[in-house]
């Protein structure tokens, strides 16, 4: 598993302005955030993916160079995921996208939940490398749930995962139920409260992006 904050860097920034009571409810400076995020983890992600030998002819000469043997399929897991999904999309400008209408849904007495999905858009995924991309990785049902949907679409070869805050428990979950998908998470939380709340995380990523929803 890949872990930003594991190395210094400006995204340390990013990922404060975040979580910040005082910052994050400008939703235009949250949103702005979650895209930065996704920029960099989309260049990180980038340096894993297969290149092949390409030509460019500048007006002086031909540049040799290695550019991407296919592109990545950017899926998205409405609502949160739309302004992380923007930083992936600046990166990888000529992808192919999937959506994916997914949401914790009605809560059951214990505090637990079902993942709610309906809307489901995707090309072909056959043999394609796909990003998963959703801010939030708390137990993990909500990106597994949209993998096994997506399947209908085709077998990816490669299936890489991105979010920006991950709980431990969500990632032992992806990795029991999951063990084909490699992690690339912003940073590591702590632990998950009793309503599946990511501690110390941010709060409620898509009603900061967008609004509380009824
Ligand atoms: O790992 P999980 O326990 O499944 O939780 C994570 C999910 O929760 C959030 O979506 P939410 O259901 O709040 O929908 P929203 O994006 O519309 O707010 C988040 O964007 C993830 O999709
Ligand atoms: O902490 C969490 C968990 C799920 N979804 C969120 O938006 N935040
Ligand atoms: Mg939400």
Redesign the pocket.
């Known amino acids: 598993m890949f872990i930003l904050t594991s190395k210094n860097s400006i995204a340390n920034h990013f990922i404060a302005e975040l979580r910040d009571v005082k910052i994050q409810q400008d939703s235009m400076r949250f949103r702005k955030n979650l895209e930065r995020l996704g920029e960099v983890l989309a260049y990180e992600i980038s340096q894993t993916l297969s290149y092949q030998s390409a030509e460019v002819q500048s007006p002086l000469a031909i540049s040799k160079t290695e550019l991407l043997a296919n592109q990545p399929v950017l899926v998205t ?5 739309l302004p992380f999904h923007q930083g992936f999309i600046n990166v990888f400008d000529k992808a192919e996208n999937a959506f994916i209408g ?4 009605k809560h059951l007495a214990d505090e637990s ?1 079902e ?1 709610e999905m309906d809307y489901l858009a995707s090309p072909d995924l056959t043999d394609k490398t796909i990003i998963l991309i ?10 597994l749930k949209s993998y096994q949907a997506l399947l209908k679409y085709g077998k990816p070869a490669k299936v890489i995962i991105s979010a920006a805050i991950a ?1 431990p428990e ?1 990632v032992t979950f992806l990795k029991e139920h999951l063990p084909e998908a490699t992690l690339f998470v912003g940073t590591l939380d702590e632990y998950l409260n009793e309503k ?1 709340y990511i501690v110390p995380g941010l709060g ?4 900061l992006a ?1 609004g509380l ?1 009824l």
């Open positions: 897991i409405l609502r949160a995921s997914a949401y914790r849904g939940f993942v959703d801010p939030m990785l708390a137990t993990g049902k909500s990106l709980a969500g599946y409620d990523a898509g009603d967008f929803k």
